[in-house]
């Protein structure tokens, strides 16, 4: 049986908090040059790019709430429930992640490489979930 340690708890709710704030830049405040150098986006008609940056932002805050009401769940004793929960919206990030690499890598992404930095960052802790949850 899975369970989520002290330390995949930390993991999770750091990633879950991190989702949820960067997900109004991209849903709500894209079109401010402020929110698109923080998400390292070069975008020439902002127009153009709305639509996809608030799917990702959605896409971002219900994966992040996901990840709070799994641990809420588990909190509050139904702890293989919440375990599967978290671990399900954990692997879903860390697999977007995944296919943000990739569209970076087919240059999708301007700038080219631009892509990396969020998304190391945003995938260690979900890396740090499920090694602690599976293997200590």
Known sequence: ?????????IAALLSAVTFIAVSPLEMIFYGRPAARKFLNVHTTNIEDARMWAFVV???NLIAGAGL???????????????AIIVLTATWYLLLANLAMVVADLLGFWKP?????????????????????????
């Open 68 to 82: 709070l009401f799994g641990l809420i769940v588990f909190w509050t004793g139904n702890e293989t429930t919440g």
């Open 112 to 136: 080219r490489g631009g892509s990396i930095r969020g998304t190391v960052g945003a995938s260690i802790p979900l890396l740090v979930v499920i090694i602690a949850a599976h293997f200590f």
């Open 1 to 9: 049986m899975t369970t989520l340690n002290l330390v995949a708890q």
């Open 57 to 59: 932002g959605a896409r």
